[in-house]
Nanobody
Framework: QVQLVESGGGLVQAGDSLRLACAAS????????MAWFRQAPGREREFVAG????????TYADSVKGRFTISRDDAKSALYLQMNSLKPEDTALYYC???????????????WGQGTQVTVSS
């Protein structure tokens, strides 16, 4: 089992950048496929970005391609999401998730953090 704790959210203006972090503890972090999801008020939770267990493969939602970058540091058991050129529509609660399946998927994650709020003002 793995425990996940997100940090780095905040209130920013459109066009600004933020870097989210997810600290993992428990089972060996390097064995998990990791991902970021987000949920805006009144909307379903949606996949944002995913990264393979070895960092070789990444996948992004079309809405964030070219603006967001997912990365991982297995030595620190940490996952990151660099968010640039933020837009008001990026406002959401951002979650870190882990999967024991060896595929970077947009669903089917076993473990979740509590989330960190990102608010982008226009």
């Amino acid at each position: 089992q793995v425990q996940l704790v997100e940090s780095g959210g905040g209130l920013v203006q459109a066009g600004d950048s933020l870097r989210l972090a997810c600290a993992a503890s428990g089972r060996t972090f390097s064995t998990y496929v990791m991902a970021w999801f987000r949920q805006a008020p009144g909307r379903e939770r949606e996949f944002v970005a995913g990264i393979s267990y070895d960092g070789a493969r990444t996948t992004y939602a079309d809405s964030v391609k070219g603006r967001f970058t997912i990365s991982r540091d297995d030595a620190k058991s940490a996952l990151y999401l660099q968010m640039n050129s933020l837009k008001p529509e990026d406002t959401a609660l951002y979650y870190c998730a882990a999967s024991t399946r060896n595929v970077v998927a947009t669903s089917g994650y076993n473990y979740w953090g509590q989330g960190t709020q990102v608010t982008v003002s226009s």
